[in-house]
């Protein structure tokens, strides 16, 4: 089935350090993939997508590019900052009996300090 | 525009008790999910609508039930909550229809503490 493995966490870093959390994933059809971040205390919310092999998603500085010959979904940020503070969770979404299945990873901790 | 809201946000139960979740959306979405997030393990879909009228089991069923009470409304139910079942417990929605790349729409949870 579909599986999904990100680095563990938490990550610890410096504000403006660059951020790398490591995403694989494993599928049988053609997934969409997706980053989500959660932030203290509320739900999650879509960072950024990719829906095909060699699409980059990008939003508020990060970026992913979908490698397909890797199967993997790195997510990357060239500055981060405190309010980045937050879990991110790397997924994918297939669609085995026609509804949509989202299958996440355990999602990575970030901490940024001042 | 409120997205997805849930109630209650905090539930403290004893083992036996039953109780109901309450979601709603209101961004005319045909698809709506429920999930629960426990540490290490990311989140597991228990279950979901892909439309009104319609509800499906996720991986991890037992122990639930659920309504989907009209197109904005979709309710859990633990008719006897289990200590195993202290978790928080998302709501999602998204466009539904087919294809994979539909975002998913994510409420603020509601954290459960089973005694």
């Known amino acids: 089935g579909d599986s999904v493995t990100q680095m563990e966490g938490p990550v610890t870093l410096s504000e403006e350090a660059f951020l790398t959390i490591n995403c694989t994933y494993t599928a049988t059809g053609y997934p969409s993939l997706f980053w989500y971040v959660q932030y203290p205390g509320e739900g999650l919310q879509l960072l950024l997508k990719a829906t095909k092999a060699d699409d980059k998603g990008s939003n508020k500085g990060f970026e992913a590019t979908y490698r397909k010959e890797t199967t993997s979904f790195h997510l990357e940020k060239g500055s981060v900052q405190v309010s980045d503070s937050a879990v991110y969770f790397c997924a994918l979404s297939d669609q085995p009996g026609g509804y949509q299945k989202v299958t996440f990873g355990t999602g990575t901790k970030l901490q940024v300090i001042p | 525009n409120a997205g997805v809201t849930q109630t209650p946000k905090f539930q403290v139960l004893k083992t036996g008790q039953s109780m109901t979740l309450q979601c709603a959306q209101d961004m005319n979405h045909n698809s709506m999910y429920w999930y629960r997030q426990d540490p290490g393990m990311g989140l597991r879909l228990i279950y979901y609508?892909?439309?009104?009228?319609?509800?499906d089991k996720g991986e991890v069923p037992n122990g639930y039930n659920v309504s989907r009470l009209n197109k904005r409304e979709f309710s859990l139910r633990l008719e006897s909550a289990a200590p195993s079942q202290t978790s928080v417990y998302f709501c999602?929605?998204?466009?539904?229809?087919?294809?994979?790349?539909?975002?998913?729409?994510f409420g603020p949870g509601t954290r459960l503490l089973v005694l």
């Open positions: 609508s892909a439309s009104e009228g319609t509800t």
């Open positions: 999602a929605s998204s466009e539904g229809g087919s294809g994979v790349s539909k975002t998913q729409y």
